[in-house]
């Protein structure tokens, strides 16, 4: 069975989240602080965290940011705050998904298991794939990629947005395809974060950032892969 660490200092919030995921056949961790929350996700190493950004002591955000430093475990931010800009902040931090309370505990199983189920999917291919003559390989058997030789560090939803556009290079794919591809369904008003992690992608492969040569915008369209398959 999956683990779940949940970290939120709202007791009730915190049990009936339990509830309804341990429902569902999922093992679940609780903190109540971000401090708490660090370390069980250290020790346990839980395969899903889902993370207050309001906690008591640590802030939330700051808590993405240790997690993220050393560990690629997907993160879902829970917060109050519903701005675009709010949310975009969140997924800048390296989260893969965002709920603004208030939600329904069912949105949100289904979101983790949408989660879990990506992470957890086979690989299609146990053979390097190869493109740009060498400059990007990906080696999905092993979840790894690499640009001009160097290893990347990719959350999933990164990783995911990568094997989609490097399945068919040079073909464009909307927003709400990626979306839909990376997360494995369909959710009201996140289309546009899509954007938040193809910008996270492009710090990590791209040379230079602000004028990409991999991952490319098709003004009206969405993004495809700059790069072609050798062989």
């Known amino acids: 069975m999956p683990t779940v660490l949940i970290v939120e200092d709202e007791r009730k919030l915190r049990e009936l989240l339990?509830?309804?995921l341990e429902?569902?056949?999922?093992?679940?961790?609780?903190?109540?602080?971000?401090?708490?929350?660090?370390?069980?996700?250290?020790?346990?190493?839980?395969?899903?965290?889902?993370?207050?950004?309001?906690?008591?002591?640590?802030?939330?955000?700051?808590?993405?940011?240790?997690?993220?430093?050393?560990?690629?475990?997907?993160?879902?931010?829970?917060t109050a705050k519903a701005e675009e800009s709010d949310r975009i902040h969140g997924l800048e931090l390296g989260a893969d998904d965002y709920v603004t309370k208030p939600f329904s505990p069912r949105e949100l199983v289904?979101?983790?298991?949408?989660?879990?189920?990506?992470?957890?999917?086979?690989?299609?291919?146990?053979?390097?794939?190869?493109?740009?003559?060498?400059?990007?390989?990906?080696?999905?058997?092993?979840?790894?990629?690499?640009?001009?030789?160097?290893?990347?560090?990719?959350?999933?939803?990164?990783?995911?947005?990568?094997?989609?556009?490097?399945?068919?290079?040079?073909?464009?794919?909307?927003?709400l395809e990626l979306i839909n591809r990376v997360r494995g369904y369909e959710f009201e008003g996140y289309e546009r974060s899509i954007d938040s992690h193809i910008k996270n992608l492009r710090r990590k492969i791209e040379r230079e950032p602000h004028d990409p040569r991999i991952v490319l915008t098709v003004l009206g369209g969405g993004y495809r892969l700059g790069l072609s398959r050798d062989g």
Do not use: F
């Not at 965290?49 to 997690?67: Q, Y």
């Not at 053979?127 to 999933?156: C, Y």
């Open 18 to 20: 339990r509830g309804y």
């Open 110 to 175: 289904l979101r983790v298991r949408a989660v879990l189920r990506r992470n957890d999917s086979g690989p299609l291919d146990d053979r390097p794939v190869s493109l740009g003559g060498g400059m990007l390989t990906i080696d999905e058997s092993r979840q790894e990629a690499t640009v001009d030789g160097r290893k990347l560090d990719l959350t999933p939803t990164e990783w995911g947005i990568l094997l989609a556009l490097s399945a068919n290079p040079g073909r464009v794919y909307s927003r």
């Open 23 to 78: 429902r569902d056949g999922i093992t679940v961790l609780s903190a109540g602080t971000g401090a708490e929350g660090l370390s069980l996700a250290s020790t346990a190493s839980p395969d899903l965290m889902v993370l207050d950004l309001g906690l008591p002591d640590i802030p939330g955000e700051t808590v993405a940011r240790e997690v993220r430093s050393s560990s690629r475990v997907p993160i879902i931010i829970l």
